[in-house]
């Protein structure tokens, strides 16, 4: 892998989101996300996978800076953009693109397809009149559409080719990094390889970076270079994409990669589904301990009190998990 390649892009160290919410004893926290840490090397797609609710979008926005962290550093380039103001992130902006979801909530409906994919121009003083229209032609042109479609509205194209709206309008202030958060999950499985194609070939042809979010694994390890499982606002591992898959440490990621469907019909699902017990812990008020614990067929007495770091246990290979190293299953 060259020099390039391993420069980090992005660090994040630490990074804390919390909301503040009311329980029936009184004010409480949630820990959306809960001191992690990752590097996105320049030019590589990092995956970012785990069950609902467990941060991975928080951790998207916060990067973005659409949330404020709580705490923590992301630093993009050299520059922490968690210490600066709406002022001085302007510039970064640019530089950081988002493709979101929902692709029909994430477009304006009262906005034509022009003034959606130009507004970012408009914003940054990219390109402006006759320039400016015929660099929103390319870009759609670029994800498959047309140039005739640029005068309509959102409602009048269907959910793949909204996204595709939606990647045009982020690549059209020409981004260094692109956070995709689970943006084929609102497709149709025939639409969503096309996608997903479409943003390799983007990257190829741009050099960009991704942040990739999604819930489908298989999709996830097509497309990553490397690969980070959350869980509850924590990281519980973080490898390389064919590595994870092969050789998972983590036992939230072994249950996590076992839920995959096997495309055999003589063979039965609890040959390799692990199926997990006990109850989902809350990230309100997080106590001290593993926060995977309570569902966890390995929970020992030390899991309860102290709270795993994130180790790296084989070269490149990082896991949060105090007997990942000795579980033999």
């Given amino acids: 892998m060259s020099d390039e ?120 003083n990219i390109a402006s009149g006759d320039e400016m229209q015929e660099r929103v032609y390319q870009m759609l042109e670029r994800v498959g559409l047309k140039r005739e479609h640029a005068s309509r509205y959102p409602h009048e194209f269907s959910g793949g080719q909204r996204q ?30 096309q996608v997903v194609n479409m943003l390799e070939d983007l990257q190829k042809e741009y050099g960009l970076t991704y942040l990739f979010i999604a819930h489908d694994l298989s999709m996830v390890r097509h497309i990553s270079d490397r690969i980070g499982v959350m869980y509850l606002g924590k990281m519980a591992e973080i490898a390389g994409s064919d590595e994870l ?27 390799t589904r692990i199926m997990l017990k006990g109850d989902i812990g809350s990230p309100i008020n997080p106590k001290p301990g593993c926060r995977f614990a309570p569902r966890c067929r390995y929970v020992q007495e030390r899991c309860g009190f102290e709270t795993p770091l994130l180790r790296e246990i084989r070269p490149d290979h990082f896991c949060a998990c105090h007997f990942c190293e000795t579980i033999k299953d």
Wanted: charged fraction near 20%; charge should be positive.
């Fill in 5 to 124: 390649k391993r420069t980090p892009l992005l660090s994040v160290r630490n990074l804390t989101k919390y909301f503040h919410t009311s329980t029936p004893t009184g004010p409480g926290i949630i820990a959306a996300v809960d001191g992690i840490d990752f590097d996105i090397y320049k030019g590589e797609t990092f995956g970012l996978v785990g069950e609902s609710g467990c941060g991975k979008t928080t951790t998207g926005r916060t990067i973005a800076r659409l949330y404020t962290p709580t705490d923590g550093s992301i630093l993009f380039d050299g520059v922490d953009l968690a210490t600066l103001s709406q002022r001085e992130l302007r510039p970064f902006r640019k530089r950081i693109q988002m493709i979101f979801q929902d692709p029909y909530a994430s477009l304006n409906t009262r906005m034509t397809i022009t003034d959606i994919v130009a507004e970012g121009m408009k914003v940054h």
């Fill in 164 to 193: 595709r709206i939606g990647i045009a309008r982020s690549l059209a202030v020409d981004p260094e990094m692109i956070i995709c958060d689970e943006p084929i999950s609102a497709l149709d499985v025939s639409i969503q390889a």
């Fill in 245 to 271: 898959y092969m050789n998972p440490l983590h036992p939230y990621t072994k249950s996590l990669l076992s839920s995959i469907p096997i495309a055999n019909p003589h063979k039965k699902v609890s040959d």
